[in-house]
């Protein structure tokens, strides 16, 4: 092993020789790359039923630079499960390559599992479809993974790809259009940041959430998890202490906030009072908090409002009139672009009160429906 780890130094340091990198980091980020070839090929030669599939490594893999884009794919094929199944062609364009292999592991596998591993950010490899992920991206996932959220409970996935036309349509419920969205969230303590995010909020407006607009708004940050990805339990002594901090946070800005917008009993009609306008006067106990308002926040997301009420947050570049859909057999919300032809795919997202199989119910009882969608 430390061979390897030498000889894997060694060839960090010639490839990263024009890099301003420290000993002690690139020591660090040698080792991190090392690990990761090591753990593959050990576990590909280990017993078979241990073997990672391909879409697995290419999740582990894609930070991880190539000179081209074809072996990104390519490099990992001998250490997946399922890497017979393909066979490398350099003389095919690389937009080909990811087209063809988003088609071939999508019917193999008859599932949806290529839409979550979509960059939310631009392309590298042009040409591509939207539901297409392009491997020489960093970043692929919209919103935190966790197995934790159900959205989809367990319908099974629909789907067809018109491989001539590069349009896969799939089965989802629609549950309302963005209405409203945030600057990013970047620095807690951006004042900007949360005066758009108070202002898509703002009173009158509707929110169909059962608790108060600001209860609301902490879930949403936090995606409703603790630290260690565990679901919130409303109202336990936890989840109350961080609330607290968390309100205490937002009061020491000093931005005008109605004072139901913290209210733990309000109905929705009492935001609507003629002393909304008031600023919010906290309790001084939780001053003492305020340097503590919760380690989870989703930095760099954008929170959105939608028409039907309903508060999300996602790291995709969401704008006004896009469609939040629960697609079945999916594990997460997905964002959607009306473009001329069909949809856009742009990425995964989290919305409040939608995470556990709300929509399938209301699909159920005859509040929402089942519909077809062309993505391009």
């Not at 078979?48 to 390519?74: A, G, M, V, W």
Request: net charge negative.
């Amino acid at each position: 092993m430390w061979e390897e780890l030498i000889l894997g130094i060694e060839i960090w340091n010639a490839v990263c020789s024009k890099a301003k990198l420290t000993k002690s980091n690139l020591v660090l980020y040698s080792t991190a790359k090392i690990y990761l070839v090591r753990k593959a090929r050990d576990t590909a030669h280990g017993p078979k039923d241990n073997h990672p599939t391909l879409i697995q490594l290419l999740e582990d893999f894609r930070q991880l630079k190539q000179k081209l884009p074809h072996d990104s794919l390519y490099a990992l094929y001998g250490l997946a499960s399922d890497g017979r199944h393909y066979v490398p062609d350099y003389e095919k364009p690389a937009v080909e390559v990811f087209f063809d292999f988003a088609i071939k592991t999508t019917e193999m596998n008859q599932n949806l599992d290529i839409l979550e591993r979509c960059q939310y950010g631009p392309q590298v490899v042009s040409g591509l479809p939207s539901w297409v992920p392009d491997w020489t991206t960093k970043h692929g996932r919209g919103v935190k993974e966790s197995h934790r959220f159900n959205p989809a409970l367990k319908t099974q996935s629909s789907f067809i790809i018109n491989a001539k036309e590069r349009i896969f349509t799939i089965d989802a419920v629609g549950i309302g259009t963005v209405v409203s969205a945030s600057s990013k969230l970047y620095l807690f303590w951006d004042m900007n940041v949360w005066e758009s995010i108070l202002s898509a909020l703002a009173p009158q407006r509707k929110v169909c959430h059962q608790s108060s607009r600001g209860k609301a708004l902490f879930r949403t940050v936090h995606m409703d998890l603790e630290e260690v990805d565990e679901r919130f339990q409303v109202d336990s002594p936890l989840f109350r202490l961080r609330f607290c901090k968390f309100q205490s946070a937002i009061a020491r800005l000093n931005i005008p906030v109605p004072p139901a917008f913290f209210s733990h009993d309000h109905s929705l009609s009492s935001l609507n009072s003629d002393v909304e306008n008031e600023p919010l006067v906290l309790p001084e106990v939780y001053t003492r908090f305020d340097q503590d308002c919760g380690p989870n926040l989703s930095i760099g997301e954008t929170l959105f409002l939608l028409g039907s009420g309903y508060l999300g947050i996602t790291r995709c570049k969401v704008q006004n009139d896009d469609l939040v859909c629960i697609i079945l057999g999916f594990s997460h919300p997905a964002i959607l672009r009306r473009v001329d032809g069909g949809y856009e795919y742009i990425g995964t997202c989290f919305v409040l009160d939608f995470m556990d199989g709300e929509a399938i119910r209301m699909v159920k009882e005859g509040k929402l429906r089942v519909e077809s969608f062309d993505l391009i």
